[in-house]
């Protein structure tokens, strides 16, 4: 599949409310823990963070399965200053988008069967248990091509990069027309030449 | 009569498009006490309603109906579907300018004369001179308010200015300065002065930026000679059994099909679809489509030499505030054969938000070395490189196997880079990167072109019937009450950014569209 293009792959609107994360107290998630991946807790239908900063419900994908797209993800666009819940948003909507489209659903767990199975082959339990990021690209790089990853890799140009928190992690201040623009705040302020 | 005017009315000119072009030769037509009906496929955005976000104001405003894509040209793998970016609303792609209003060079109106034959480059000279375009660029740079014009003062350079000039007067180049700005600097004409948002592509909120949304457009129609019609979709150009236009078909929001009589249409859609609606137009007298018996309709598209640097640097730049475009190198832009290349090209300051950065950096790249580009958001500094690019009879527009909303085949944009364009992007890049280095840029960028901005050609003017689509007027060589009105009319592109020229094109045609219904030859 050619890289899509961005009318198609993307939606334009950013992480919204149907993907807003959800919120549990440290006791429920305790008390919903099934299984514990490096950073991630993963429930019987949500994955969270293991000090549940956050969680995120999964409605059609395995748990394992949205655990490996967040790493996925970050293993693509890899920010050392970004949480996981940025991560998590961003991929979110491939889970929504299997809980209606059963063929879609499909593409997404064969792919990563196939990433899994990968590690496999290189000598790593899974995706997840590949533990340095350069045998994990190695992968992602091995299956450049597949359907998975140009859908992960398309939709996180947006999903990503479109959330206003990511873009004050980047050092960009967003709407100005509010705040009377740059006039009077900076847009002459450098010092440094 | 005065607006609204009924369908059967065949004495109003119709204009399709309300962008540079076509917004600019409604508001003269109807200064001049003549009636006017535009057509425009886009509703109406005005400055409160514009998004300080840069996703959620292209789904507002831009083209987004099907395009196809073919050719070399690396946009056709990145972006298959979306080769160009256009508004679609009224006041057209003047919405999402930037403002840089720049005049041709002397020598870029003849350059077949100047640069000679230049293999598989469809050379052509324009049928007129600066001389006679400098009148009216006198009237475009007043109307549009152009700094460094007309006495009006310069903008004030912003960051991303002052890492370019710094960069331009180590490397010994003399000629920078914050631009020819259709933007005000001071307030002028009803418009307010910039406040430095730093949204200049999204629509200016303020107003400070001229666009035909909220100049030409409503200042025609005060005059009670304009009526805009918006969400009208123009399909196809009827003619008469002579020959001559008769009427256009469009549908509107609902998709319901209407058609407007006329005495005069005239086309202003940009270079993709006024082509395309040329050729959807064709009947069994007119089987290649209208005014196409050159067979040049669609063909010589020129999108401007483009590609972009940006820099990171150890400190803090925020290029992101302040004027997108205000600032620019143009000692590049003579015509240096020396250099390896004929035509030159202009270095123009460029911020890009970080949602736009991720989709246009380097499109398809993941990894570290992106996400660190990325993380350099806030040291960047950036700019746009534009040239003159060759005509190609190959590079254009043809009718897709695709349909759009409207059963019409979609238009299929063909691009190939002459080796002229690649030797000469290739030196931008150089001197680009040369003018970060020398401020101590840590790491540099050449950036692909974006999807078109600048789409010029496809209907071009020429002196002889067979060289070209349109006269000196725009006037089309076959049928003398069809007109061109946009960019597509270029004979070539020259080095400067497309739109004062499209404007005082459309002033200039609005006198000759005039004079012809004043002695009745129209
Ligand atoms: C982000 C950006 C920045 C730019 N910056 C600059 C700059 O700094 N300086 C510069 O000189 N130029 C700049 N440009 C280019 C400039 O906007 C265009 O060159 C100019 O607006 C083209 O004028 P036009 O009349 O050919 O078409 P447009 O302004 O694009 O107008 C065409 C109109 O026709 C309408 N239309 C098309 N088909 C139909 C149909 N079938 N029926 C009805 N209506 C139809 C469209 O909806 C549109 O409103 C920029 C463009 C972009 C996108
Ligand atoms: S920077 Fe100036 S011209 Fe650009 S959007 Fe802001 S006010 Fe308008």
Known sequence: MPTESILHAIPLERPGTNRELMKLTRRQLLSRTVAVTGSLVLGSSFIAASNAAWAVEVKALKPESMATLIQMARDIYPHDNFSDALYAAAVKGHDDKAAEDAEFKTLIEDGIAALDKAAQDAGHANYLATGWESDRTAILRSLESSDLFQTVRGGLVVGLYNQPEVWAKL??????????GYLYRGFDDISWL | MSAPFDKNDDSVVVIIGTGAGGGTLANELAQKGISVVAL???????PQDYLN???????????????TTSGSWRVATDFPNLPAWIVKAVGGSTVHWAGASLRFQEHEMRVKTEYGDIEGANLLDWPITLADLEPYYDKAEDKLGVTRTH????????NNFKVMKAGADKLGYKDCHTGRMAINSKPRNGRASCQQLGFCFQGCKMGAKWSSAYTEIPYGEATGNLEVREHAHVLQIEHDDNGMISGVMYADQEGNRHVQKCRIACVAGNSIESPRLLLNSASTMFPDGLANSSGQVGKNYMRHMTGSVYAAFENPVHMYRGTTMAGIITDESKNDPSRGFVGGYEMETLSIGPAFMAAFLNPGAWGREFSSAMESYSRMAGMWLVGEDMPQEKNGITLSEEKDQFDMPVANVHFDDHPNDIAMRNHAYQQGMAVYDAVGATQTYPTPPYPSTHNLGTNRMSEKPEDGVVNKFGQSHDIANLFVSDGSQFTTGASENPTLTIVTLAIRQADYIAEQMNSKAL
């Open chain 2, 151 to 158: 006495g009006i003062e310069g903008l004030p350079g912003n």
């Open chain 2, 53 to 67: 976000d840069e996703w959620p104001s292209f789904s507002q405003l831009a083209w987004t109906d099907m395009r």
């Open chain 1, 171 to 180: 050092g960009y201040e967003g709407s100005s027309f509010d705040k009377g």
């Open chain 2, 40 to 46: 425009e496929a886009g509703g109406r955005h005005l």
